[in-house]
């Protein structure tokens, strides 16, 4: 049975709806959004690295490109989102074994802590 096209736009704004969502969601949420940055960083990364192929200008010229404040907020994005997947995967992994499973959401304020004290220190080095 097909959905119609308007139910399958109501079920994505559902999706991305923010009202009456509870932490545990939100932390699936944000695992997800960071986890599909990186899978689109991943092949970014790879399509520059395939400036090596074309010789050292192309790669001196992507170079001088990516040191442009956006290219660098893509880089903090990048380390922001490594770090919260990362830490987050690592919350997910141990209470799936049992080990504070009582205490998710202390876990999860803490690894949105170090994520965002790990980005703010990433970026003063940067900037």
Do not use: C
């Not at 205490?103 to 690894?111: A, D, T």
């Amino acid at each position: 049975m097909e959905v119609s096209r308007s139910r399958r736009i109501t079920r994505a704004a559902r999706w991305v709806d923010p009202r009456g969502r509870q932490l545990g969601t939100w932390a699936f949420i944000l695992n997800r959004i960071s986890g599909l940055g990186l899978t689109l960083y991943l092949f970014m990364h790879l399509a520059v690295l395939g400036l090596l192929a074309q010789g050292p200008e192309a790669y001196d010229r992507f170079i001088a490109f990516a040191k442009s404040p956006p290219v660098l907020a893509g880089e903090l994005l990048v380390v922001a989102g490594g770090l919260f997947h990362g830490l987050n995967g690592l919350r997910v992994a141990a209470t799936s074994i049992g080990i504070g499973v009582r205490h998710q959401r202390l876990l999860f304020g803490i690894v949105l802590l170090a994520s965002v004290v790990g980005s703010l220190v990433f970026a003063a080095r940067m900037f």
